[in-house]
């Protein structure tokens, strides 16, 4: 069966069984008390929600991996992973772990995955060609075992993702329909470059999201939880190194950057603001994108209407740098796919600039200051 084929089946399988498992997972949450209850503050809900949604997106993610993906040594260790990560996130939804144990959690959870061989051996950057991270004696002393510095590095890289993810669910609908659209670009794009298991995991990723997402639309009726939160972004953490950071494209190792432009940024927003403000980076506030959305009077449609399509403007942008054919590669460049690649590029650089503009990062003149702790705008005195 082609590979394109496959994912495209495991995509409907993983969204149709994520679609009919979240009302089985709601009715957990409500007997075991996982119940996300309104605080007034940054919580942009009414309603007390159940929110142990990602455990149907687990169960999706697994059934379709057992079909459509090679049941070997990297995926058995990717779904014990996938296992672990979404135990690390149901403990948090039921009991609210401290920062220290999910940090911890979340390491053990990738670390399965990187020991088996999901870690980026060596990659390709522009004008400096082939990098091999290597590796360094522990102590520095010779004969003390030596740790190698691309399995740091991916560790690193993939527990980066699922806090990324983990912190733009904040809004109903927001991670999942990223996911969404970040797995089926990721997808495609490893499907080109023959890394098929990695297209096949991508695809069912998004349709895991999208089955959740029928559920998770503003007005939600659950959530994915950090269960669901933490598992997405581990997937797609996975999937960038399987699927574009282990090949030895040029621009391989810049797409999943620019496909998941939009939960990074917002993520180093937030951290940036939180280190200005001498607050720790794990303390919950409003400062991201969604939070200064809802300030400015964004409904939560809205918000997500704006962030969807950035999402889908960066994801069009990073499937052109791998598709059009403006380079041969060797210095030339075709006039006319070259200005087709300027269209795509003008495009995404005209939505991140209207995005800054309308989110008042640039503090604006309609806005005097912005509270530190709330994050909320104080309008000018007219």
Not at 100 to 112: E, N, P
Not at 162 to 173: E, F, H, K, Q, T
Not at 294 to 316: C, D, E, H, K, P
Request: net charge neutral.
């Amino acid at each position: 069966m082609p590979a394109g084929v496959e994912a495209l089946l495991a995509f409907l399988l993983a969204a149709i069984l994520a679609l009919l498992l979240v009302p089985v997972t709601d009715r957990v949450a409500r007997r075991i008390g996982a119940i996300d209850l309104p605080d007034g503050g940054r919580s942009l809900h009414a309603a007390p929600t159940p929110r142990l949604g990602g455990l149907a997106i687990f169960v999706a993610v697994l059934a379709a991996a057992l079909i459509f993906l090679p049941w070997d040594a990297e995926t058995r260790a990717i779904v014990a992973g996938a296992a672990a990560i979404t135990a690390v996130g149901m403990l948090d939804d039921v009991y609210e772990l401290n920062a220290a144990a999910k940090l911890a959690g979340q390491t053990v959870a990738v670390i399965l995955p990187v020991s088996a061989g999901v870690t980026v051996d060596s990659f390709t950057v522009p004008f400096l060609g082939q990098l091999n991270p290597g590796s360094v004696e522990l102590l520095g002393l010779p004969g003390s075992g030596a740790i190698d510095l691309g399995d740091v590095g991916t560790v690193i890289g993939i527990v980066a993702m699922i806090n990324v993810i983990n912190l733009i669910d904040g809004v109903d609908g927001l991670a999942a329909g990223v996911c969404v659209i970040s797995g089926v670009a990721l997808a495609v794009i490893a499907l080109s470059l023959d890394r098929n298991p990695a297209g096949v995991l991508a695809a069912l990723t998004a349709g895991a999201a999208l089955g959740f997402l029928r559920h998770g639309f503003p007005p939600a009726s659950t959530f994915m939880g950090d269960t669901g939160s933490n598992l997405l972004g581990f997937l797609l953490g996975v999937v960038a190194v399987q699927g574009a950071l282990k090949t030895n494209a040029v621009i391989a190792l810049f797409l999943p950057l620019i496909i998941l432009t939009v939960p990074i940024l917002d993520t180093g927003f937030v951290v940036a603001k939180r280190l200005k403000y001498k607050r720790p980076i794990y303390k919950a506030d409003r400062w991201h994108f969604h939070h200064r959305m809802a300030n400015i009077g964004f409904s939560q449609r809205r918000t997500l209407a704006y962030l969807y399509g950035w999402t889908l403007v960066m994801a069009a942008l990073a499937l052109a740098l791998r598709f059009v054919p403006y380079s041969d590669n060797h210095g030339h460049f075709d006039a006319l796919w070259t200005a087709v690649m300027a269209a795509f590029g003008l495009l995404a650089l005209a939505a991140s600039v209207y995005l800054i503009y309308v989110l008042e990062i640039l503090k604006l003149r309609r806005f005097s200051r912005i509270d530190p702790e709330t994050g909320e705008f104080e309008a000018l005195q007219e």
